[in-house]
Every structure is written in C-alpha cells, then in structure tokens.
C-alpha cells in the first residue's frame, strides 16, 4: 500500500503551542506509516525542524489571505509533493478549510472537517442558543462588540469574570479596568466580538475527541495539574469521568460533530455540578496524551480521511500524566534561509541539523 502523504498544520511549539506537533507524533506511530509534511506561517516556528517527524515543511499564507490565495499555494505545494490529506489544527484555518475542501477533492486531497453550520454551532459566541434544549450546563455568556457595552455587561455578570478572544486566549479580570484592558487586548489579536464568561469556582477538566457525522470514534478526559499563565496545561492526567464522556457523546450527536475537538468543562466547588466551558474545533496540544493512553486520534482521523473505516474505542489508560517542557532544536542557518526564500525544506539535506 502506499504511504499516504499527509500535511499537518499548527508548528508553532511556544508557551501557547499548536496541536500540529503531537499531531505529527502521534501519525509517526500509525500503522499507516504516512509521509508527513508540516504547514507553518512562519520559518521560525519549531516543528519546521523536527525531522524525526516531518519528511518536509512548506510556508502557507495566514487565514487572514482567504481561501483563495491559501488554495493557489496548496495547488503548488500539490504540484511539488503529491498530498493525499491536510489535516488543519488551528481554528483560525478552519472557514479557509471548509471553502476550498471541495476543490481539495478534486486535486486528489482529503480533508476531515465539520460543515460550515457545525463549526459556527460550537462557537464561543452561539454556544449558549445552540445546547439550550441539551439540559447541558454553561456558565453566564456574553459577547461584547464595543468597549461602551462593558459597563452594563461586568454588573449583569459580576466580576471576577474570564474575558476570552474568539479564536485563543483568556484572562481573568478582577475589576472593571481590567476587563477594558483585556477587551483591547484581545479585540486586537484575534477581532471582534469578544468574549465576557462568568467565572466558576471549581476543577477543570477536558475532554479530546473524535467523531463522525455526530457518532463518537474516542474521547479521551483530561485533569490539568499545571497551568501557564494564559491557563494552558502544562501537565496533566487521564482520569475517568462518565458525566464527562456521556455528556460529550451527547453534545457532539446533537451539533453532529465530524472531525476533532476538545470540550473544556468545570466542575464547581461548591454545587460539584458540571460546567461545559466552550469547545474547540481541532485537536488539542494535549492530543499525544490521548495516543499514549490508547486512543490514537489523529490516526483515526487519518482513517477516516482515506475512506476507511474505523471501530469506535472503548477504553483508555487511567493515570498517565504528560509533562510539557521546552527543548532547543539546534539546525544549520540554510534551513532558514531555505524556508524564507524558497517557503520549503525541499533542498535542505538531513542529518546535518548539528553542523
């Protein structure tokens, strides 16, 4: 059989990392055995240059371009190394993906991903409207257009608050000049609206999934047990939580979820009841944990990409704990120079990442 070729996106590795590296590590253990290729918007972003993973990475326009121009560039890159699958893991990208998917198909290029109306159903914005008839619980919502509205939203809300961007990010804030500079903040970066959520005291859990046209393939649950600044996980543990399974097994049969996700949920101190935070379209950062417990994701993923099918799973390890840290990737300056100049790795030779 052929090794299928496959792009992954989402090599940055920073104190906010992409999913696109334990994507890559978690196919590089598939049966499959894929040729993978990275997507990067930038030469200097780490997976660029983790040849154990990747056979080759090339530079792609930022999702601010549109579909079209990302389209024309995927077109060349086809032209050069023949893909079989994208597999995009950053939800700015996702809209681009969907637009031009059909067009993929007809160059030989499969992709895994939600219709238009799925993706916009668990956005942050929507959630609330979209699970109202679910019995699903959701902290106190709402989203903010202009900087004039923050006054009346901080007193229905009541501080402290979480104010969160569209796509990434979210920071509490303790008092009304807070909140303001936060909504600059992430207006800024990731646009308009941004997010106002009530805050819950209580422990927070994820849940990393995979489904098709609604039916769950795996999800994996995750405790945190380090958070970085920005509240991401830098470690964690597998543990075993029904309501948490059950209720993502719910949520994504009635959104008819198709591709990888991650539902953030909380658990209150004082109620114990059960909080779905928000759900991201992709994979998480955390996605090798899922492999290294027992469910390869994004390999399944993969399966279902090339038309294959795939048994749903059933179990997972209990009590595995990643540790996330940083590693220095020491590589000769023409790899920059090849990525800046030439927006691929193509000519740059391996094994020699330590001249």
């Given at each position: 059989?052929?090794?299928?070729?496959?792009?992954?996106?989402?090599?940055?590795?920073?104190?906010?990392?992409?999913?696109?590296?334990?994507?890559?590590?978690?196919?590089?253990?598939?049966?499959?055995?894929?040729?993978?290729?990275?997507?990067?918007?930038?030469?200097?972003?780490?997976?660029?240059?983790?040849?154990?993973?990747?056979?080759?990475?090339?530079?792609?326009?930022?999702?601010?371009?549109?579909?079209?121009?990302?389209?024309?560039?995927?077109?060349?890159?086809?032209?050069?190394?023949?893909?079989?699958?994208?597999?995009?893991?950053?939800?700015?990208?996702?809209?681009?993906?969907?637009?031009?998917?059909?067009?993929?198909?007809?160059?030989?290029?499969?992709?895994?991903?939600p219709g238009r109306k799925e993706?916009?159903?668990?956005?942050?914005?929507?959630?609330?409207?979209?699970?109202?008839?679910?019995?699903?619980?959701?902290?106190?919502?709402?989203?903010?257009?202009?900087?004039?509205?923050?006054?009346?939203?901080?007193?229905?809300?009541?501080?402290?608050?979480?104010?969160?961007?569209?796509?990434?990010?979210?920071?509490?804030?303790?008092?009304?000049?807070?909140?303001?500079?936060?909504?600059?903040?992430?207006?800024?970066?990731?646009?308009?609206?941004?997010?106002?959520?009530?805050?819950?005291?209580?422990?927070?859990?994820?849940?990393?999934?995979?489904?098709?046209?609604?039916?769950?393939?795996?999800?994996?649950?995750?405790?945190?047990?380090?958070?970085?600044?920005?509240?991401?996980?830098?470690?964690?543990?597998?543990?075993?939580?029904?309501?948490?399974?059950?209720?993502?097994?719910?949520i994504l049969e009635y959104i008819?979820?198709?591709?990888?996700?991650?539902?953030?949920?909380?658990?209150?101190?004082?109620?114990?009841?059960?909080?779905?935070?928000?759900?991201?379209?992709?994979?998480?950062?955390?996605?090798?944990?899922?492999?290294?417990?027992?469910?390869?994701?994004?390999?399944?993923?993969?399966?279902?990409?090339?038309?294959?099918?795939?048994?749903?799973?059933?179990?997972?390890?209990?009590?595995?704990v990643f540790v996330r840290h940083?590693?220095?990737?020491?590589?000769?300056?023409?790899?920059?120079?090849?990525?800046?100049?030439?927006?691929?790795?193509?000519?740059?030779?391996?094994?020699?990442?330590?001249?």
């Amino acid at each position: 059989m052929k090794r299928p070729v496959v792009a992954v996106s989402g090599m940055n590795a920073v104190d906010s990392p992409g999913p696109g590296v334990p994507v890559l590590r978690s196919l590089r253990e598939s049966k499959l055995n894929p040729e993978l290729i990275g997507f990067a918007y930038g030469a200097l972003e780490p997976g660029n240059f983790m040849s154990e993973l990747l056979e080759n990475s090339f530079l792609i326009p930022y999702p601010s371009s549109g579909p079209d121009v990302l389209l024309e560039r995927i077109r060349h890159i086809n032209s050069i190394k023949k893909l079989d699958v994208i597999i995009p893991t950053l939800d700015s990208e996702l809209d681009n993906y969907i637009s031009i998917s059909g067009e993929l198909k007809k160059n030989g290029i499969s992709v895994f991903l939600p219709g238009r109306k799925e993706l916009h159903t668990r956005d942050k914005t929507f959630l609330k409207e979209s699970l109202q008839n679910t019995g699903v619980l959701l902290p106190e919502t709402i989203s903010v257009q202009d900087v004039s509205a923050i006054r009346h939203v901080t007193e229905k809300i009541g501080f402290p608050l979480f104010v969160k961007g569209v796509f990434y990010e979210a920071y509490l804030a303790r008092n009304y000049e807070e909140a303001v500079g936060y909504f600059y903040a992430m207006a800024g970066k990731w646009g308009i609206p941004v997010i106002f959520q009530k805050y819950i005291s209580g422990e927070e859990i994820n849940v990393c999934a995979l489904a098709k046209e609604g039916e769950m393939i795996g999800a994996v649950v995750m405790k945190k047990l380090f958070l970085t600044d920005k509240g991401k996980a830098w470690a964690g543990v597998t543990i075993n939580n029904e309501e948490a399974k059950l209720t993502s097994k719910k949520i994504l049969e009635y959104i008819k979820w198709n591709s990888g996700c991650e539902l953030e949920y909380i658990i209150e101190n004082k109620t114990e009841k059960m909080y779905l935070l928000e759900i991201n379209p992709r994979f998480p950062a955390w996605v090798y944990l899922a492999t290294a417990s027992g469910q390869n994701l994004p390999e399944a993923l993969l399966k279902l990409s090339l038309g294959e099918k795939v048994t749903p799973f059933q179990s997972y390890d209990v009590g595995k704990v990643f540790v996330r840290h940083s590693w220095d990737e020491i590589i000769p300056m023409k790899y920059i120079e090849s990525l800046t100049i030439k927006g691929q790795l193509l000519e740059v030779e391996k094994g020699d990442n330590h001249e």
